[in-house]
T-cell receptor, first 112, second 112 residues
Framework: DSGVTQTPKHLITATGQRVTLRCSPRSGDLSVYWYQQSLDQGLQFLIQYYNGEERAKGNILERFSAQQFPDLHSELNLSSLELGDSALYFC???????????FGNGTRLTVT | GEDVEQSLFLSVREGDSSVINCTYTDSSSTYLYWYKQEPGAGLQLLTYIFSNMDMKQDQRLTVLLNKKDKHLSLRIADTQTGDSAIYFCAETARGGYQKVTFGTGTKLQVIP
């Protein structure tokens, strides 16, 4: 158990809808990262937060947004969903500056 | 920009050694990690190495780093069927909660 909690585990929704994915980092970790993993593809970095502030942006679509709250949990909001947004979405947290990422088990999003 | 490359697939017989290779381009890479992803699960940190090290051994796992050639390898001794998974290498630069860049992943198939 990595200590990173993601909910829900599975999500099925229709095109055009909006969903929110939630992540609770390991206790004490200030930094949260979001990644997307599509079928047969590697991990695409979406966005990173540190102590409530956005730190870095990757290949995140304008339809997607995220935030990190004062209690350090983070939410990834996906709107106007398309079939191609179907993927595994992972959250990871990081303790010290140079420590490794610890991943949650992911949220599997299916857009029908 | 940063780029991390891995071969996509490796097949070995149970009991043999597996060697998974990774190359990276960022010369400021300071920390290099190996993660394992089993089907339907998140990424599990296996081991990591600092760039001032050439080798690190942890039970059946041996990590070799050739910093001059920017080449990283993971050797798994006495490979078991439970080692079947996707293996990702990742790199990050030092300081400031830098972005962590992942390779494409190598799918290891262990044949009984």
């Amino acid at each position: 158990d990595s200590g990173v909690t993601q909910t829900p585990k599975h999500l099925i929704t229709a095109t055009g809808q909006r969903v929110t994915l939630r992540c609770s980092p390991r206790s004490g970790d200030l930094s949260v990262y979001w990644y997307q993993q599509s079928l047969d593809q590697g991990l695409q970095f979406l966005i990173q937060y540190y102590n409530g502030e956005e730190r870095a942006k990757g290949n995140i679509l304008e339809r997607f947004s995220a935030q990190q709250f004062p209690d350090l949990h983070s939410e990834l909001n996906l709107s106007s969903l398309e079939l191609g947004d179907s993927a595994l979405y992972f959250c990871a947290s990081r303790g010290g500056d140079n420590s490794p990422l610890h991943f949650g088990n992911g949220t599997r999003l299916t857009v029908t | 920009g940063e780029d991390v490359e891995q071969s996509l697939f490796l097949s070995v017989r149970e009991g043999d050694s597996s060697v998974i290779n990774c190359t990276y381009t960022d010369s400021s890479s300071t920390y290099l990690y190996w993660y394992k992803q089993e089907p339907g699960a998140g990424l599990q940190l296996l081991t990591y190495i600092f760039s001032n090290m050439d080798m690190k051994q942890d039970q059946r796992l041996t990590v070799l780093l050739n910093k001059k050639d920017k080449h990283l390898s993971l050797r798994i001794a006495d490979t078991q069927t439970g080692d079947s998974a996707i293996y990702f290498c990742a790199e990050t630069a030092r300081g400031g909660y830098q972005k962590v860049t992942f390779g494409t992943g190598t799918k290891l198939q262990v044949i009984p």
